[in-house]
């Protein structure tokens, strides 16, 4: 199981990120996956997360209406867009398979004018 994180970068406030999280060694329209994030001197923290069946899908307060959770079967990927992106969302963002669980190295997502 290898899931490897990409798309993070410095953006300005309000601007638009998508995060990309290739899987490989399973399926991931057959697991619950999900994004969590750390900033510097703060807990792990859930983001957003999809069910393996009917994706359904689950937001932290603070992202709600600004993120979304997707993914394609076909190319065995996750994504989070980010968008009105906030200082506050400055942080590693890292792709997860909930059975496992299986994480992925991270991906530096800086906000900041």
């Known amino acids: 199981v290898q899931l490897v994180e990409s798309g993070g970068g410095l953006v300005q406030p309000g601007e638009s990120l998508r995060l990309s999280c290739a899987a490989s060694g399973f399926t991931v329209s057959r697991y619950a996956m999900s994004w969590y994030r750390q900033a510097p001197g703060k807990e792990r923290e859930l983001v957003a997360g999809i069910s393996s069946i009917g994706g359904v899908t689950n937001y932290a307060d603070s992202v709600k209406g600004r993120f979304t959770i997707s993914r394609d079967n076909a190319k065995n990927t996750v994504y989070l867009q980010m968008n009105s992106l906030k200082p506050e969302d400055t942080a590693v963002y890292y792709c997860?398979?909930?059975?496992?669980?299986?994480w992925g190295q991270g991906t530096q997502v800086t906000v900041s004018s």
């Open positions: 997860t398979r909930r059975a496992g669980p299986y």
